[in-house]
């Protein structure tokens, strides 16, 4: 079983910065391909980006390419989102998933992946 919690959600204005990070405790972290997921009011979860086990690939939705950057650290099992060029659209409640099944992951909403953190607010003020 798998515990993710978020931090470093809060309010950027357009343009600006936040990093988002993702403690991951009881598995083997290096097991699991790593993604982040937001949800909007109103809207569906969606995927924005996802990490394999060595960070050396790596995949974004269109929205947030170029703009957000998905990393982690195996030492500290810890997976990050640095998020530049923040827009109002950005705005949501970003989570943190887990999954051994890469496709999960990158599936629109993330239907099925085992393990989600409990969410962080992001707000972007325009």
């Known amino acids: 079983q798998v515990q993710l919690v978020e931090s470093g959600g809060g309010l950027a204005q357009a343009g600006g910065s936040l990093r988002l990070s993702c403690a991951a405790s009881g598995g083997t972290f290096r097991s699991y391909y790593m993604g982040w997921f937001r949800q909007a009011p109103g809207k569906e979860r969606e995927f924005v980006a996802t990490i394999n086990w060595s960070g050396a690939v790596t995949q974004y939705a269109d929205s947030v390419r170029g703009r957000f950057t998905i990393s982690r650290d195996n030492f500290k099992n810890m997976v990050f989102l640095q998020m530049n060029s923040l827009k109002p659209e950005d705005t949501a409640v970003y989570y943190c998933?887990?999954?051994?099944?890469?496709?999960?992951?990158?599936?629109?909403?993330?239907?099925?992946?085992?393990?989600w953190g409990q969410g962080t607010q992001v707000t972007v003020s325009s």
């Open positions: 998933a887990a999954d051994w099944d890469r496709s999960r992951l990158v599936a629109s909403t993330g239907d099925g992946v085992p393990y």
